[in-house]
């Protein structure tokens, strides 16, 4: 009984980890596809302005990728969607 109880808390806590980075995932693409928006975007006299948006995106897809618990593929996922 005390295995089934223990193997069923470790299923549950490895789907919904899955779940959490399936949706830090989806935070991280769609911050590619503003990103990609954002690069096409800009003009020479507008490439200050927008240089530190650009910046903050990469911030934040890299700030996700390190709390997905793997940083490369995690990555790799993102930019090579």
């Excluded at 302005?49 to 793997?70: P, T, Y």
């Amino acid at each position: 009984m005390k295995l089934f109880l223990v193997s069923l808390l470790v299923i549950l806590s490895l789907s919904s980890c899955k779940s959490e980075y399936e949706e830090r995932l989806e935070q991280a693409r769609a911050l590619k596809v503003r990103l990609s928006l954002v690069q096409s975007n800009i003009s020479m006299n507008e490439q200050s302005n927008l240089s530190s948006e650009v910046d903050l995106l990469h911030e934040e897809i890299q700030f996700l990728a390190k709390v997905s618990g793997n940083e490369k593929l995690f990555l790799k996922e993102v930019y090579n969607d």
